[in-house]
């Protein structure tokens, strides 16, 4: 599996093209046609031989990150966030910059120069800056430019008893899922989708489902796994080794009851764990496809992550092996009946 090289490699959202370029290498021998849209969205096709209700398998290519958006006369880099970042996490923090990956360290005021006022507040992007070792803003320019994006310089390694530790594993884990997906053969038509923007509004999805107009939806992503201290169960959102994770709604969709009640039923037959998302807060893809034209019957399947959105995040690898079961096993009891048919809600 490509977790590694995905989780390494830069595609903040906007930027993602590092990204499809490994995916568009795992997947071409294995799909019958493989297109880039207006926006970036990486688009593959597996045709099939029966009528069957058209399918459509997505996962968002981008991450969180930053964009460089000026330069001080010292050389030091003032940036914005790309999504949705907590700026408590970034002080201190190893960057890569721009194509050329440009390493870089954030830094901000040193503690024995800060009022005691100041010492009392979280540190605010605004008071942070990149500092790549350049001595005046000449400088800077010549290894750095506007509007380059930045992201976190976060080796992958395996760590503890099968667990991974990365970055952007919100969602190079559903890339890395969607690309073994499309290695087998399936006799429906069968559309994986590699979306762009999904942090910043969802919009690679949002165009891509437009395009496509598929009848079922299955958006896999990785979703945040808050099984930590000082937080009650009820509390954990989804917690690691525990499985994939359902999503019954969150603040963008409300899935699909009945292809919940399939991916169950497939859990429950396979002795395969699996758990339900327990916080609505968050949006993701589905939300965007659900409401494509005539509206699209879409589910998430997540793998659950620890610490998302900063620049590390652990998972559970028996957890994206078992998540890679349950789609397997739902894309091989897809009907092979009409379109309508598919799990009617009536």
């Known amino acids: 599996m490509l977790l590694k090289e995905l989780s ?3 595609g903040v959202s906007g930027g993602e093209s590092e990204v499809r370029r490994l995916i568009k290498e795992a997947v071409e021998p294995y799909v019958d046609e493989l297109k880039t849209d207006m926006l970036g969205n990486l688009i593959a096709f597996k045709s099939g031989s029966k009528k069957a209700p ?6 968002h290519m981008d991450e969180v990150g930053l964009i460089v958006a000026g330069f001080e006369e010292s050389g030091l880099i003032r940036f914005s966030k790309v999504g949705g970042i907590d700026d408590r996490v970034l002080v201190s923090k190893t960057v890569l910059i721009g194509e050329k990956k440009i390493p870089g360290v954030i830094g901000a005021k040193a503690i024995h120069l800060q009022k005691p006022e100041e010492r009392k507040k979280s540190l605010k992007v605004e008071e942070l800056y990149i500092d790549i070792g350049a001595k005046s803003k000449e400088e800077a320019k010549k290894e750095v430019k506007l509007g380059d994006y930045v992201s976190y310089n976060t080796r992958y390694q395996e760590i ?3 667990y991974a530790k990365g970055k952007a594993f919100d969602n190079r884990v559903g890339c890395a899922l969607l690309i073994e997906a499309l290695k087998k053969e399936y006799t429906f038509p069968l559309y994986g989708v590699f979306t762009v923007q999904e942090e910043v509004g969802m919009r ?3 165009v891509a489902a437009y395009r496509i107009r598929p009848d079922l939806a299955l958006v896999i992503e990785g979703t945040t796994a808050a099984d930590v201290i000082e937080l ?9 080794g525990k499985g994939p994770a359902l999503t019954f709604m ?3 969709v409300i899935c699909d009851k009945k292809i919940i009640e399939t991916l169950v039923e497939l859990a429950e037959k396979e002795n395969i764990p699996i758990q339900f998302r327990r916080f609505t807060g968050a949006n993701t893809d589905a939300g965007k496809i659900s409401l494509s ?5 879409s589910v998430v399947i997540s793998v ?6 900063n620049p590390v995040n652990i998972l559970s690898l028996e957890d994206v092996k078992n998540t890679l079961k349950l789609i397997e096993l739902f894309l091989d009891k897809l009907p092979e009946g009409g379109k309508k048919q598919a799990y009617a809600n009536d």
């Not at 009650?232 to 690691?240: A, M, R």
């Open 8 to 10: 390494e490699a830069s």
């Open 54 to 59: 058209r399918l459509m398998l997505s996962a």
């Open 160 to 162: 503890g008893v099968n």
């Open 204 to 206: 690679g999805a949002a």
């Open 232 to 240: 009650k169960e009820e509390s954990y959102v989804t917690t690691l």
């Open 250 to 252: 969150d603040t963008s």
């Open 293 to 297: 034209r005539e509206g699209v019957r």
């Open 304 to 309: 659950p992550c620890r610490y998302i959105h």
